[in-house]
């Protein structure tokens, strides 16, 4: 795993009861026991940017990509960095979460996660790791649930500032392990900082979105 990243951490930081886990028993025999699987079972995300799938109510299992895309008009797995295999291979990946306008798989062979866009039918590797899934995550939240405005429409320009500051902090300090979440202006997490940096995302009972919002 690129970065360490612990239940003790997410709980001190979050709470016990804002951090999402995924059921051992709702990933395909093949993913159950790979190491990603078991981070989101054992350490989960916290809640607010990233939406974790839950297990279908039926049956208890997590959708796979054939279930939520159709994978043969997927057209551009050719350029996706180390994907080896065929798009039917990718049709039998977990879909582990939701993040803007694409579903999050995990590739139980190499450990990626990839953003599957149902819309644009494309798909790119988002995360080396689940590691990376988690710790992005982790950042962003943490920044919204902690960011301070100083409430002076005079030092709003510069408020503004440092909080672009502060994501583009988190895309430096990513990049540095993992270059895949940040890899350009077109990723889904790249847009989330961007959103973050002009303000949005923030919660009406944070620090931030009670300056935000009144």
Known sequence: MLFDVTRGELVDLFGEDRIATVPAAAFPAAAADTEGARLLQNVGVPTGTLDLRRPDEDDGLLPLVRDVVRVEDVE??????????????????????????AHLALDPGSGGVYAFDPDEESVRRLHTDVSSLVQVTLRFQRLLDAFVFSGDEADEEADFERLEGEVDRIRTETGDVDPLPFEDDETVWSVVGDEIAMGQRFTGDSPGGRSLYG
């Open 76 to 101: 551009d797995f050719e350029d996706v960095e180390d994907f080896e295999g065929t798009a039917a291979d990718a049709g039998d990946w977990p879909v582990v979460g939701w993040l803007l306008n």
